[in-house]
């Protein structure tokens, strides 16, 4: 009987740890050392009746010490609205008052939910505009020796990788032979932050049919 116990929440613990998708959880590298911590909060996090999925899950700076993590996880509810939950890193502990959780108005959490959502699309937009820039500069170099080049797709387009560790671009432009040929190009590039949160970046160029 034991045995089947112990073996039921094994499957249990097995089942709760492939719900979660590690793609949703990030840290700057030198915090990598912490991904460990930060994943068993997760957990943590979605194992509360309040979590029904967990959405992101982050370092929180503001609130960390040396040595003491705090990881801010952000929830889906049940109902669909989405709140931050509080983890302490050594603990896994959650750190969120339920008693002011329970008192906020639908459009107080609704509100917080906007601001959340907000406060991440800025840092992936800046993220994005970092990898973009870098990509950019290497292209600008590989192709400051070309003839007439002639750029097709616009500075600034949408990359057809993005994570907040790694991105890809790919750019199609024109360019003309030194006997005055047409010449059609494609550029790839490949970049993602490296130790010490150092861009590491590629710029690939083949002809375009």
Known sequence: MLNK?????????????????ENRLWLPVKYHKYYLDLKESALAAEALENCSE????????????????????????PDGISY?????????????????????SAEELERLRLEEEARLAKEEALQQERFSREC???????????LEMQR????GAEPDEFSMLAAAYTVDFNAVSIGGQPLKYQSLCR?????????QAEVIIKPRR
């Not at 010490?65 to 996880?73: A, L, V, Y």
């Not at 950019?136 to 070309?146: A, H, N, S």
């Open 5 to 21: 116990i112990v073996l039921g929440l094994l499957v249990c613990l097995s089942v709760s740890a492939q719900a979660l998708d």
């Open 54 to 77: 967990v959405l992101r899950g982050v370092i929180d700076l503001e609130q960390s010490s040396k040595g003491h993590p705090i990881f801010r996880i952000l929830c889906r509810r």
């Open 84 to 104: 931050n939950e509080m983890v302490d890193g050594l603990s896994k502990q959650t750190l969120t008052t339920q008693l002011i959780e329970e008192t906020l």
């Open 136 to 146: 950019e500069r290497l292209l600008v170099e590989k192709t400051r020796l070309m």
């Open 152 to 155: 097709l797709t616009p500075a």
């Open 191 to 199: 970049v993602q932050v490296t130790e010490g949160e150092v861009l």
